[in-house]
Structure formats: structure tokens, C-alpha cells
């Protein structure tokens, strides 16, 4: 332990100064471009501090939400949203609180490029995810036919959220 706050000790020694501190306060929306259901809102919070000699090197922390929304559809004859004859919809709703170590770097004579790369942990805060199965229809011959009588059909929705992942690690890089 007394190594741990001795090495925590000496890297704050490294920081020159804090008068070229960063802080950021961001928030965004973001949609997969398949299995998408709806805008899964972000947001954080970071801290960055300038590197030994100043300059164009900072080092902090960023603290930040990040939520998730999915949606597969998965149905006989390429039919959407539950109105085929058989099918699987799998339905992801979770959010996340993130805390990830930043490093940035400015770009050009007056940084106005940052490039960015964080790694860190989140915890799960929130989350839903169901699987519905179901078949309203029958084979007769070897042929699949609608329903009219009854035999095979089934219609079930699993809630599968304890399935959700408590913690997860995030990998970030970027240019801003």
C-alpha cells in the first residue's frame, strides 16, 4: 500500500501547474446503423491536466454515461415489427457509468486537433433485455401454412436481464 501512495505522490510532482487544466462538460446521442431502435443518449465529465513540460500533452480522467438500444428482428418472409407468422424480436435496453484514465495530444500550431485514447470500467446502472419468440402457423406436407387450426403455435417473451453484464471495459480513441 505505502508503494501505491508513494508512486500516487510522485506523479502528481510531474504536473507543472494547473493553470492549463482542461475541464470538459460534453453530452451526445448516438444510433447503431443496424439493430437500432431508438437515440442512445451520452454524457461525461473529464479532467485533463497538462504533461511534465506543458505543451501539447494533457493526462486526466474522464467520468461519463453512456446508454445502449437495441433492437434485432428476426421474422419468416422478411416481415417487421412482430407481424409475421414466426419469428424472434430481441429487445437491449442498459446504461453504463463509465471511469476511464484519459491521455490527449493537441495537433497543429494552435491544437486544434486533439487526438484521444481512454480505457477504463463501467458499471451497469440500468437495464432490460427480452427475447419474444413465437410461430402462429403449422407445416402440413412438408409446407408451411398459416394458422388455421391450431397445431404448434406458441408465443413466449423471456425477460433475459439478469443476463446483462455488470461491468464492462471500454476502449476509447478518437479525434476532436
Excluded at 10 to 16: A, G, I, Q, R, V
Excluded at 95 to 123: C, H, M, Q, R, T
Excluded at 131 to 136: E, I, Q, V
Amino acid at each position: 500500500m505505502k508503494r501505491i501512495l508513494l508512486v500516487a505522490f510522485l506523479s502528481c510532482l510531474c504536473y507543472t501547474g494547473f493553470s492549463q487544466a482542461l475541464i470538459s462538460l460534453y453530452g451526445g446521442g448516438g444510433c447503431a446503423t443496424s439493430n437500432n431502435y431508438d437515440i442512445a443518449p451520452s454524457g461525461g465529465l473529464e479532467l485533463l491536466l497538462p504533461g511534465h513540460r506543458g505543451g501539447r500533452m494533457f493526462i486526466g480522467a474522464d467520468l461519463f454515461y453512456q446508454g445502449y438500444s437495441q433492437w434485432a428482428d428476426n421474422e419468416a418472409n422478411s416481415a417487421k415489427h412482430g407481424t409475421g407468422t414466426a419469428g424472434t424480436i430481441d429487445r437491449l435496453l442498459s446504461s453504463y457509468v463509465f471511469l476511464a484514465p484519459k491521455f490527449s495530444y493537441g495537433i497543429g500550431k494552435k491544437e486544434n486537433w486533439k487526438v484521444y485514447f481512454d480505457v477504463g470500467v463501467g458499471y451497469n446502472i440500468s437495464g432490460f433485455d427480452s427475447l419474444r419468440k413465437w410461430d402462429h402457423g403449422y407445416y402440413t406436407n412438408g409446407y408451411y401454412t398459416a394458422y388455421t387450426s391450431g397445431i404448434g403455435q406458441y408465443d413466449s417473451t423471456l425477460d433475459k436481464s439478469s443476463n446483462i453484464n455488470k461491468l464492462v471495459f471500454r476502449l476509447g480513441v478518437g479525434i476532436s
